[in-house]
């Protein structure tokens, strides 16, 4: 059972990343895995589309755990115009890592906490902007193998030995780069009413 003073908890997402973040805050939570379609609409900023799927993924579960404070959580990568999937394969990650080499990556993490039973929902959205230092095919080749960041946007993985090819980060929380802005959400969690720590 549901501790009564303390709401229930869950996280629309499977991502491992975002479940090992979240613990860190010591709430016992729960997750889901959300059905949402994360294409793109034509010509979706970057920001709009990370905060719609944001969510999305949230109302998804709402019917699943209508009691409950419901995570959902997105983030898209972009070089200029052009997105940053998770690449999947080792030749998208080259491909990717190449586009990246020298140049600025603006990521936006966007978070919606669902309170299920009032229907209230607050969101944001969390940049952060990773300047990239320029390597080499072999340094590529290099980290691809060490680290095998295929299902990572950006196909860098920052926590790891993707700091490797960092320049310089500029953004308010570094956990958002990894995938859950924890410092926003454990403001829309007291704003519900959850003590922290």
Do not use: W
């Amino acid at each position: 059972m549901p501790d009564p003073f303390r709401p229930r908890l869950v996280l629309a997402s499977t991502s491992r990343y975002r479940q090992k973040l979240l613990a860190r805050l010591g709430i016992p939570f729960e997750t889901t895995a959300p059905n949402v379609d994360e294409s793109p609409a034509a010509g979706e900023m970057p920001q709009a589309l990370a905060l719609r799927l944001a969510c999305a993924k949230a109302q998804a579960a709402q019917a699943a755990f209508p009691d409950a404070l419901i995570i959902g959580c997105d983030q898209v990568a972009a070089v200029g115009a052009t997105l940053l999937n998770k690449p999947g394969t080792h030749a998208r990650a080259v491909e990717q890592l190449k586009l990246m080499s020298g140049k600025q990556i603006a990521f936006f993490t966007a978070l919606c906490l669902l309170n299920a039973r009032s229907l209230q929902r607050q969101t944001a959205i969390v940049p952060v902007t990773v300047h990239m230092r320029e390597f080499s095919t072999g340094q590529i080749e290099r980290y691809l193998q060490a680290e095998r960041p295929y299902d990572c946007a950006g196909s860098a993985r920052i926590e790891g030995l993707g700091i490797t090819l960092v320049a310089r980060l500029d953004g308010d929380d570094p956990n958002a780069l990894i995938g859950l802005p924890l410092i926003k959400l454990c403001d829309m969690l007291r704003n519900e009413g959850v003590d922290l720590p």
